[in-house]
């Protein structure tokens, strides 16, 4: 899974210092990278290909390629120089690992429990730094855009689409997961929007960039789903603050003229989309929008008061193996004739509370916090390639976040290894990157290092 890209090395001027390890270093995609790559591109339907007569599938299969690929090229990158940023992380995981062994349940449902945390050690994709931002920020981008492709091949032939071939005996190929598919498109459309922004760039590729934006911007609302909606809107508000100064440059009449083009496609377009129809319809039916909240604000009620009623239960959870949908009554809520057997509460923070108690929430906010302090510092850093690599970390953390919140992302390997190893390049990626140029300057580096990400 090592995919190797071509040496990018620039000449050097006479006279100029010694190029570091990162400037001599030949760029590669670490399999990590290509996983996380590879799950944003395809969603839910690509994580279950593999080997399902094993129940190894590609998630596992990568993330083991990873560990051994680090393990045996690279031993020395796991120092604890190089893993102290990650301790937030580690501590939920081990949190996770402990309330594992403690619960007394070790058979697949509880294993099956635990999977979501045990996703985080994708975080360790981030003990080598990326050594070109740009190349793994298109290979970022290049992934969403196959994965408008092939949402639209999805819906313009929905019949064609349902005879494909089963994956893993579950899923079907190019099946939809509209909370994912949304969030993650959600992403698409304020990044399209930004290259189109950049004058910089040629205009065929900035007109190119605008399509891109208004076709994932219409599929998300043709999606029918709130967390692509509400992702939508985080992350366009995250871009606006953040881009405050460049608005300021737009002038009065240039950014008038934008927000009401914006509007009027807005509103021809809105109507004649499937949102549109769930939002309008009869509150009773099952399929409307405020049905469906009505039902996930009763089902969170129940399980806020199955957590909270015993006070060891409250500080510890209840671990992994029990079913606290059933227990509280939560589950029929969740639950229709085909989707049994449902194990979290589509909201990973009560997930969270309800498993790991107020301990597992309290270390969650832990890893929220210091995340953001790590987005927020590296906001202006001096490298262009570096900071635009970044906006695709903080825009997919704050996709799936919110999708987190409506549905099961982080619980479901497509959602948990992207969204872990993006937290994890931003908690220790600065970190990094410090410390091999360090290395360079103070001591030899041997030859495994030779090789950057």
């Not at 102290?84 to 309330?99: D, N, Y």
């Not at 459309?189 to 950049?198: D, G, I, S, V």
């Not at 399980?303 to 949908?325: H, I, M, Y």
């Not at 969650?364 to 970390?393: I, K, M, N, Y």
Request: proline share 6%; charged share 15%.
């Amino acid at each position: 899974m090592n995919l190797l890209l071509r040496r990018g090395r620039k000449p050097r001027a006479l006279g100029s210092p010694p190029a570091t390890e990162l400037e001599r270093a030949e760029p590669l995609l670490l399999p990590l990278t290509v996983l996380v790559a590879f799950l944003l591109a395809t969603g839910r339907w690509g994580s279950y290909l593999g080997l399902p007569s094993q129940n190894l599938f590609v998630t596992e299969l990568g993330l083991v390629g990873t560990a051994a690929w680090l393990l045996l090229r690279h031993p020395r990158l796991f120092v604890p120089a190089r893993l102290r940023p990650l301790g937030p992380l580690a501590a939920l995981f081990t949190w996770a690992v402990i309330r594992f062994v403690t619960g007394g349940h070790f058979d697949v449902t509880a294993l099956r429990d635990l999977a979501p945390y045990v996703y985080v050690i994708a975080a360790l994709g981030a003990c080598w730094q990326v050594a070109s931002y740009r190349r793994t920020r298109v290979v970022l981008e290049v992934a969403l855009v196959l994965h408008l492709l092939w949402l639209w091949v999805a819906l313009l032939a929905p019949e064609w689409a349902a005879s494909l071939p089963l994956l893993g005996g579950k899923v079907r190929l190019l099946e939809l997961r509209h909370d994912f598919d949304g969030a993650v498109l959600a992403v698409l459309t304020c990044l399209a929007a930004l290259r189109a922004a950049q004058r910089e760039l040629d205009k065929a590729v900035r007109v190119g960039a605008v399509a891109v934006a208004v076709s994932a911007t219409y599929t998300i609302l043709q999606l029918g789903t709130r967390a692509g909606l509400l992702a939508l809107l985080v992350v366009v508000g995250v871009v606006v603050l953040s881009r405050v100064h460049l608005l300021r440059r737009m002038g009065r009449t240039r950014l008038l003229t934008v927000a009401a083009l914006a509007l009027v496609i807005t509103g021809v377009t809105i109507p004649h989309t499937y949102l549109f129809d769930r939002l309008t319809a009869d509150p009773r039916n099952s399929d409307s929008g405020s049905g469906t909240v009505t039902a996930r604000e009763e089902a969170w009620s129940l399980v806020l008061e199955d957590a909270t009623k015993d006070p060891t239960r409250f500080v510890f959870g209840s671990g992994f193996g029990p079913d606290f949908l059933d227990r509280s009554g939560a589950a029929i809520w969740f639950e229709g004739p085909v989707d049994k057997g449902v194990r979290a509460p589509h909201n990973f923070v009560l997930n969270t509370l309800a498993r790991l108690g107020l301990v597992g929430a309290a270390l969650l906010v832990w890893v929220a916090a210091t995340v953001a302090r790590a987005a927020f510092r590296r906001r202006s850093g001096p490298d262009p390639d570096q900071a635009q690599f970044d906006e695709v970390l903080v825009l997919l953390l704050c996709a799936l976040t919110v999708g987190s919140l409506v549905g099961v992302i982080l619980e479901s390997p497509f959602g948990a290894v992207p969204f872990w190893w993006a937290a994890g390049l931003l908690l220790a990626g600065g970190a990094s990157r410090r410390e091999v140029q360090h290395t360079n300057e103070n001591e030899p580096v041997p030859s495994s290092l030779t090789a950057g990400s």
